[in-house]
Every structure is written in C-alpha cells, then in structure tokens.
C-alpha cells in the first residue's frame, strides 16, 4: 500500500513540473536549430503573440479548475470586439465614445458569462450545451451589429494597445500580464478563487463545506466572461478592426493551453500559472515551426497531437476508474 501511494504521488510531481520542463526543452531545441529564435525581435514577436491567448487561458482556466467547460469563448470574444469598435471612432458611425467603449466592450462579455453560468445553474444542464447556445447567440448577434462585414477600428488611443511600446514590448503584452496578474490574486489570494478549487475537487464535499455552488458557479463563468472581453479589446486593437472571424479559432487555443499547462480536465488541479506556461509553450511551438518553414497542415498535426498528449497525460491513472 505504501508503495502505491509512494508512486502515486511522484506521478503527481512529474505532472506538475512536466510543463515547465517541456518549455525548456522545447526552447532549446528551436533556438538549435534555428538561432533566429532567441533575437530579441523574434521574442518579442512571441510575446506579442501570446498576449490574446494569455488573456482568454486566464477566464477558461477558472472554468476548467471547476470540472466545467466554457464553449462561448469566440461568441463572447466576437461581442466585445463589435461593442467596442462600433462606440468607438470607426468607419461605420459617428460614435466616438473614447475609452468608454473599453468600458462597455468588456462589460458586455462580462454580461454573456453571466448569462452563461446562470443559465446552467438555472436550468441544470451541462454547462458545454449552455456555453455552446450563448456562443452562437453572441456570434450571431455580433454579425448582425457589423452588418456582414469588417469595420475598421479609427480610434488612435485605443489602437495604441497594439502600436505602441513600454520597454519594447506592445502595450497588449502589458495588459495580458496585467490580466495574468488579477488571475493570480484570485486564485490564490480571494475566497472565490479557493471555492473554485474546492468544488472542482469535488461538489459533494464543497456543498457539505458551506460553499454556494450556484453563486460560485455563475461569478466564475462571469470572470471568464470578463478576461474574454479584455481579449476581445486587444484582438481588435492588434487588427485595427472587427469582424466575423475575429475569433475564429480561440476557443481551441484557450483549451489546449490550459490543458497543456497542465490544469486537469477533471477539475480542482493546476492553475494560471500552469496556463502561462501552457500559453508559452503552444506560442513557442507556433513560432518555432515557423521559423523552420514547416507546413501548415502538419503544423495543425502536431498541435492536435500535442493536445492528445496533455490530455493523457493529466489524468490521475492512479485513481480514475471508468473513462466517459
């Protein structure tokens, strides 16, 4: 029995240092075969390409931690990006609501997660089917506001997110860190982010702690929400514009760097800081292949095999009985 447990629990150190491990290798091996990885206007790229999907990793992260699965990513990402070019100076309208537009744009996302979580709680069904309905609800929506078509964004402040610099890096970069940050603090430091944890650790023994399950439930999907506006503020600032597809492939990005970060599946193991190392390695991979000039289509192989791999790779072999 002490040997089980003994072997149990260094599966669970080498999951939970894996990641970091696989970063550095990775990092190591692109800048061998390619030198060009490690100059600092190629790092630079990274990080500026990282930013978005940082940002979106920190709301799904949250969901993930609680055995759930928010689908709406794109949906509630395609919603701000509308809202904030058409109440910003765009070519579209006379509106020029400055940095208000930041304001509402994020908030409505906001709004859409909440929608989200208390539409699951409400009606008791599983929260990818409520997720997946206010995706298609708000993509539908954002299309609708842009008329089918792109609207370009024209206010020089809010472009200025993806344009200018402080220490050489864009300023999208500074806000992602920033969002990383917040994650962090609530995770770690706030009683919402120590409920989260609990109930992905199990609900029954959360619910018997004292903790609301709905109440919880419903702020964590309306943080999710709000890190999917901050996305969604950044990814029109970096196009200079909104569109249909402005989102178009987001939803796969988030999940496979929080996955691959190593936050389980299952809930209630892992964390942003698992996601920021999840981030970088799905951004190091990109860029690497990249610079290698490897294809496309095998570049999409390798990421849907890398995804195969974490999955497998977080689950607890020790204790998982039955696979759904």
């Not at 091996?29 to 790092?43: D, T, V």
């Not at 206010?155 to 864009?170: H, Q, V």
């Not at 389980?264 to 290698?292: K, W």
Request: proline share 2%; glycine share 10%.
């Amino acid at each position: 029995m002490r040997s089980f447990w003994s072997r149990a629990g260094k599966a669970r150190r080498w999951r939970a240092f894996a990641p970091l491990g696989v970063l550095i290798v990775l990092c190591i091996l692109i800048a061998i075969a390619n030198p060009n990885f490690i100059e600092p206007r190629n790092l630079i790229r990274v990080a500026n390409s990282a930013a978005v999907p940082l940002t979106l990793a920190m709301g799904m992260t949250f969901i993930i931690l609680l055995g759930s699965i928010d689908l709406s990513v794109e949906g509630a990402m395609s919603v701000a990006a509308m809202v904030l070019v058409l109440l910003a100076t765009n070519d579209s309208n006379a509106n020029n609501y400055g940095w208000l537009a930041v304001v509402a744009a994020i908030a409505a996302s906001t709004v859409m997660g909440l929608a989200s979580g208390f539409l699951q709680t409400t009606l008791r069904i599983p929260s990818f089917m409520a997720t997946l309905g206010v995706w298609f609800i708000g993509l539908g929506f954002s299309v609708y506001m842009l008329g089918g078509s792109a609207v370009r964004l024209m206010d020089e402040n809010i472009r200025a997110l993806a344009l200018s610099r402080f220490l050489g890096f864009p300023l999208a970069v500074w806000i992602a860190l920033a969002a990383f940050a917040v994650a962090i603090v609530i995770q770690y430091h706030t009683r919402i982010g120590r409920h989260i944890m609990a109930i992905g650790g199990g609900e029954d023994v959360a619910e018997l702690s004292g903790i609301n399950l709905r109440r919880v439930r419903i702020i964590a999907f309306g943080l999710a929400g709000f890190f999917f506006g901050v996305a969604g503020v950044l990814a029109a600032a970096q196009l200079g514009q909104s569109n249909a597809v402005i989102a178009d492939g987001r939803l796969f990005a988030a999940v496979t760097a929080v996955v691959v970060g190593g936050t389980a599946l299952t809930g209630g193991e892992g964390g942003v800081l698992n996601t920021l190392v999840g981030v970088l390695i799905v951004t190091v991979l990109a860029n690497g292949m990249i610079l290698l000039g490897i294809s496309p289509y095998i570049q999409q192989t390798v990421q849907g095999l890398m995804i195969i791999a974490a999955v497998a790779l977080s689950l607890d072999r020790f204790n998982l009985k039955i696979v759904k």
